[in-house]
């Protein structure tokens, strides 16, 4: 089993920053491509940047430029560097990992979620 702890959010003012991180622990033989996806209220689950194991990152086009995704493969971490925050950037943040099990597995897993609201 592969367990996912992020942390990072909470409450900020238009035009701040707030870094989330999420580790990941347990059965892991490898870890392949790490990805944040964000969910405002009433609306659906959406990428906002992923990050393969070789280092390419991907971005939404409503973050390009503010957003950087960072990950740490000793420490099997992802992280999200968010600046220039805007009130449209609120919403539980979700990590996803594609994990490789010791078993050989290769699975998606998630994160609770953290949330992450931007005051105007």
């Known amino acids: 089993q592969v367990q996912l702890v992020e942390s990072g959010g909470g409450l900020v003012q238009a035009g701040g920053s707030l870094r989330l991180s999420c580790a990941a622990s347990g059965s892991i033989f490898s870890i392949n491509a790490m990805g944040w996806y964000r969910q405002a209220p009433g609306k659906q689950r959406d990428v906002v940047a992923t990050?393969?194991?070789?280092?390419?990152?991907d971005y939404a086009d409503s973050v390009k430029g503010r957003f950087t995704i960072s990950r740490d493969n000793a420490k099997n971490t992802v992280y999200l560097q968010m600046n220039s925050l805007k009130p449209e950037d609120t919403a539980v943040y979700y990590c996803?990992?594609?994990?490789?099990?010791?078993?050989?597995?290769?699975?998606?897993?998630w994160g609770k979620g953290t949330l992450v609201t931007v005051s105007s």
């Open positions: 996803k990992v594609v994990v490789t099990t010791r078993t050989y597995y290769t699975m998606n897993y």
């Open positions: 990050i393969t194991s070789g280092g390419s990152t």
